[in-house]
């Protein structure tokens, strides 16, 4: 875990973020770190970038899993039979 230090924040800000935490009956680090975690989520188009990403890393295949479900579950194939 790290330690943040805000130098210099507004009056204003500080009072207001105390009575975010009063009222959700937090403490001010929790509020703090709930807005920051939230400020710093990734955004959906970096998410949809890693996803092509990952997905771009596995060879096409033009095989339907559908079937070969299918062919397990009707041959009786099960795990504990071994």
């Given amino acids: ?3 943040i230090l805000v130098r210099n924040l507004k009056e204003e800000t500080a009072r207001r ?3 975010k935490a009063k009222a959700e009956d ?4 929790e509020t703090v770190r709930q807005l920051l975690e ?3 989520k990734p ?5 949809v970038e890693t996803a ?3 997905r771009s890393m596995s060879p096409y295949s033009d095989i339907d899993s559908t079937d070969l479900i299918r062919e397990d579950r009707d041959s009786g194939w099960s795990r504990n039979d071994g």
């Fill in 17 to 19: 973020l105390k009575e």
């Fill in 26 to 29: 937090k403490s001010l680090g």
């Fill in 1 to 3: 875990m790290a330690d």
């Fill in 52 to 54: 092509r990403r990952i």
């Fill in 43 to 47: 955004s959906k188009a970096e998410l």
């Fill in 38 to 40: 939230e400020a710093t």
